[in-house]
């Protein structure tokens, strides 16, 4: 077994090669043990909980391997004595509602999100939507430190007795009708939305009939022919063609397995997410938000309070529990509302955004405008060892005072009219440098000196 599989917040590999039969069976075995322990922990009633068949949900994308892994890991959580909810393909956003309403002991999402077609993955939660932290499975996993004995008394009692689509339609509808309640629009819109082929499109059209003001163009509501990713130039094409040429006010896109979205404004130009945070922390005016690192300055200025917290949703997540916060995002499309249980909303946020221009009366170009003036570079991303992103990291620190220095997320330069950050992905070998400045002069500047601190060989 290979350990790169365990990045820090979900399970990543190959399908057959790093994740195989073998390995779903090691993981299920560890996770369930993991589970009644954390119960048993918590519980004041032992007995009751340790007789309690665990409740799992589980979900997948649309990708064929993970269909694959997922038969697997159904098989086995089933052999092990879960009582399994047995979403299919869905996206993430509803298997988070779900998860959250129905409090399941743990829930499990097989996507290993926009990786190539040969990746596969598990995204896991306990007691509903908490995402647990790999490092407390890890070494249960690679060193097999779990029981192997099923418990006989698990297998013999009934198991979750509804069929898979009654209770996944009947949480969509539940989904449905709670967006129904928190979203006003009353103008016709004209938008274009790319679902990249996930489950999104389907969840979409039935949101659509409810709210039906809208006039929507589709893209990819059912097969798509670009990847996963959103935020590859490549599979932007067809969105802000379609802008342009129907003349629409705006455009979304969404990646496959919904947890993510970005806007393009009525000219088809793509809006930096950063901006889109800006935008709804306006119009929704949380009593504070919890960000990473790369948002930009104007979020946190309008943000009443802003919170700053590393890059991946675990510790966004577990900071907005932590505080109760209302709402919480990336700068990489990823918008958390507490309203669907501390995870992505992101059909909530294109409502909400629509809500919120509408109230303003003004086009989507212009609100943004006023609502983020600032300037930001593409996002850019250098392949890296650790080792010279370490000698990187000490030659920017020798080079500036300690006060502008914050460790919190790689490491950031902050001044009084820009910032620049580089921080290493979590799931891939590379380091993402970001920067922002209040002028166009300044941010060319502040780009070429941080590209400088990289390229340069000690
Ligand atoms: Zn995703």
Request: glycine share 6%; net charge positive.
């Amino acid at each position: 077994m290979k350990e790169n599989v365990f990045k820090e917040y979900d399970i990543r590999g190959r399908w057959e090669k790093e994740i195989d039969e073998k390995f779903v069976a090691d993981f299920v075995k560890a996770f369930l043990e993991y589970l009644r322990n954390e119960i048993l922990y918590s519980a004041t009633d032992e007995l009751r909980l340790k007789n309690k068949n665990l409740k799992i949900l589980i979900s997948r994308d649309r990708e064929l391997v993970s269909k694959k892994a997922y038969n697997v890991l159904k098989k086995e959580l089933i052999s092990n004595g879960s009582k399994v909810i047995d979403f299919g393909e869905t996206a993430i956003p509803l298997h988070n509602f779900a998860s959250g309403k129905e409090k399941t002991d743990g829930a499990i999402m097989v996507t290993a999100s926009h990786l190539s077609e040969k990746y596969t993955g598990f995204k896991i939660s306990k007691n509903g939507t908490e995402p647990v932290r790999l490092e407390e499975l890890k070494n249960k996993i690679i060193k097999k430190e779990f029981s192997n004995r099923i418990e006989n008394e698990f297998l013999t009692k009934k198991r979750f007795n509804k069929s898979e689509t009654d209770v996944k339609n009947n949480y969509l509808k539940k989904y449905i009708n709670s967006l129904e309640k928190k979203i006003k629009i009353k103008k016709k819109w004209r938008v274009v939305i790319d679902a990249s082929g996930g489950e999104t499109g389907i969840i979409l059209n039935k949101v659509f009939k409810k709210i039906s003001k809208l006039e929507v163009k589709k893209i990819c509501f059912q097969k798509c022919k670009h990847n996963d990713n959103p935020l590859e130039i490549k599979n932007q094409r067809e969105i802000k063609r379609t802008i342009k040429k129907e003349k629409l006010d705006l455009g979304a896109m969404f990646d496959g397995d919904g947890d993510r979205i970005i806007f393009f404004d009525e000219r088809g130009k793509f809006v930096n997410p950063s901006s889109i945070l800006a935008i709804l922390i306006k119009g929704m005016k949380p009593k504070e938000f919890i960000g990473n690192t790369s948002v930009g300055m104007a979020a946190r200025e309008i943000a009443n309070k802003f919170i700053e917290t590393r890059t991946g949703h675990v510790f966004i997540k577990e900071e907005m529990r932590k505080r109760k916060s209302e709402m919480g995002g990336e700068h990489s499309g990823h918008i958390y509302f507490k309203e669907n249980f501390y995870t992505e909303d992101p059909i909530f946020a294109f409502l909400k955004l629509l809500e919120i221009l509408e109230k303003s009366g003004k086009k989507m170009s212009e609100f943004l405008k006023e609502a983020d003036p600032y300037f930001k570079s593409e996002e850019k991303n250098f392949r890296f060892s650790e080792k010279h992103f370490q000698e990187v990291k000490e030659r920017i620190k020798r080079s500036f005072k300690a006060e502008k220095i914050s460790e919190i997320d790689g490491i950031k330069i902050k001044e009084q009219n820009w910032w620049f950050n580089l921080r290493e992905s979590g799931t891939e070998n590379k380091v993402r440098l970001n920067v922002e400045a209040k002028s166009k002069e300044e941010l060319k500047k502040i780009k070429k000196i941080a590209t400088a601190f990289i390229q340069k060989k000690s």
